[in-house]
């Protein structure tokens, strides 16, 4: 089947997240997120707490969060984490959620990098091919100011971001969601990522074609020994290597 459609996740494989480059702060010997401090700041004008039992809370909601996330895969916002933690906090105050998200978000943002050469790559796939991003991430509108800030966006036949469609890769439902707004079928496109269970699993389930990018992947051997999925059709290590895959008629 000819390939009509080539379709990417966002972070660590377009744009990187550089969270090593984050500020730090210590608390109780660990290392934590600097932005943790301002989030406590936002949530103590409100509730008198410490900052200890602040990590706590929010530890609790993100447990619970993440086990809807993995076992059911259904995608929970940073909006309604902090909703949740509001409540657990028995704090009424509507504006408090997108102040904390804001400063959640903003911190994220700041560790996003660019690399140099993926701008021209999507220009070129977009003109032999659609192309289509299909991402997991907590906040669509901070998604989609990554893709405008990085210029990205006009090269977009299509754009799914898990929290706007209520689940996340690997479930079938938002590889559904990005084929049917390109109007491929599965079997004439190829999903690029860097992650094995999101990427690779949950676009090989649907009968896309798929490419592991090993870039960010610290240890890919590490993370070949413990995947037990479909292999992916192709490794690579640069986003690069796609046009050559694409020449070549191999993807």
């Not at 969270?19 to 932005?35: D, K, T, V």
């Amino acid at each position: 089947m000819p390939l009509r459609a080539v379709v990417f996740d966002l972070f660590d494989t377009l744009v990187d997240l550089r969270f090593e480059e984050l500020p730090r702060m210590e608390h109780e010997g660990r290392q934590l997120p600097a932005s943790l401090k301002r989030l406590h700041e936002l949530v103590v004008e409100r509730c008198p707490l410490d900052f200890g039992d602040f990590l706590r809370e929010l530890h609790a909601v993100d447990i619970r969060m993440r086990a809807v996330q993995v076992d059911e895969g259904r995608e929970i916002s940073t909006q309604q984490r902090f909703e949740d933690l509001a409540e657990r906090l028995g704090i009424e105050d509507p504006a408090l959620p997108a102040a904390l998200t804001d400063i959640h978000m903003g911190s994220i943002r700041s560790t996003v990098f660019v690399p140099e050469h993926h701008l021209a790559l999507l220009r070129e796939l977009g003109s032999r091919v659609q192309v289509g991003l299909c991402s997991n991430f907590t906040d669509t509108d901070t998604a989609l100011a990554v893709v405008e800030d990085a210029g990205f966006r006009e090269h977009f036949d299509a754009i799914v971001i898990s929290e706007a469609v209520g689940w996340r890769k690997p479930r079938e439902e938002i590889f559904r969601a990005v084929l049917d707004e390109l109007g491929v079928a599965a079997d004439e496109a190829l999903h690029v990522g860097d992650s094995l269970r999101a990427d690779v699993a949950g676009g090989a389930a649907v009968g896309m074609r798929t490419a592991w990018v090993k870039r960010r992947v610290a240890d890919p051997d590490k993370h070949r020994c413990e995947y037990d999925g479909l292999p992916p059709d192709h490794e690579v290590e640069d986003l690069a290597e796609l046009l050559a895959l694409i020449e070549r008629g191999e993807s």
